[in-house]
T-cell receptor
């Protein structure tokens, strides 16, 4: 069975400091992994995706994530936080060999950016 | 703009009523997913359609139903509405039934009074 655990429900950083949002997954197959961002009262926007190519994935707005199979992790990072990064972030796992097509969401991490 | 269109954006209705939410997927996408998002329950998967057929069901109440039409747009029908059904309802579309990223619409904010 597939599952996703976002290890922090809330992360607070100061503007200009690094961001780390942690995500661990469980999957019996080779997974595809995604990070989405949701600003208040908006839809979810795809930040980046891992689909078994390079393990270090670059996304929009300066975000990156590294797929580590040995640690079953897919943590999201950004070197320097901006005020506009304050939002809810979701880690999602799926895999192509499943015939259910399920997208498994983590519980979300709220990122607060302080001036 | 994700290319996924949801209408209406906002809906206010009374308890006991029935509403229909509409989703137009991105051009060429065959899958449509519906999600409910509320403050107390977070993001809940409701149902997944692929090329007109139901693929998977999640935590969808019996009062709720959905379908995907031949032109691939989808509708989510909510009936006998209760106060607790107030939430943001999202649809997402995906090229295939089982791989690749999903693209989300802006959601329909349903308020039941």
């Amino acid at each position: 069975a597939q599952s996703v655990t976002q290890l922090d429900s809330h992360v607070s950083v100061s503007e200009g400091t690094p961001v780390l949002l942690r995500c661990n997954y469980s999957s019996s197959y080779s997974p595809s992994l995604f990070w989405y961002v949701q600003h208040p009262n908006k839809g979810l926007q795809l930040l980046l995706k891992y689909t078994s190519a390079a393990t270090l994935v670059k996304g929009i707005n300066g975000f990156e994530a590294e797929f580590k199979k040995s640690e079953t992790s897919f943590h999201l990072t950004k070197p320097s936080a901006h005020m506009s990064d304050a939002a809810e972030y979701f880690c999602v796992v799926t895999h192509g060999s499943s015939n259910t097509g399920k997208l498994i969401f983590g519980q979300g991490t709220t990122l607060q950016v302080k001036p | 703009d994700s290319g996924v269109t949801q209408t209406p954006k906002h809906l206010i209705t009374a308890t006991g009523q029935r509403v229909t939410l509409r989703c137009s997927p991105r051009s060429g996408d065959l899958s449509v997913y519906w999600y409910q998002q509320s403050l107390d329950q977070g993001l809940q998967f409701l149902i997944h359609y692929y090329n007109g057929e139901e693929r998977a069901k999640g935590n969808i109440l019996e009062r709720f139903s959905a379908q995907q039409f031949p032109d691939l747009h989808s509708e989510l029908n909510l009936s006998s509405l209760e106060l607790g059904d107030s939430a943001l309802y999202f649809c997402a579309s995906r090229r295939s039934g089982f791989e690749g990223e999903a693209f989300f619409g802006q959601g329909t904010r349903l308020t039941v009074v």
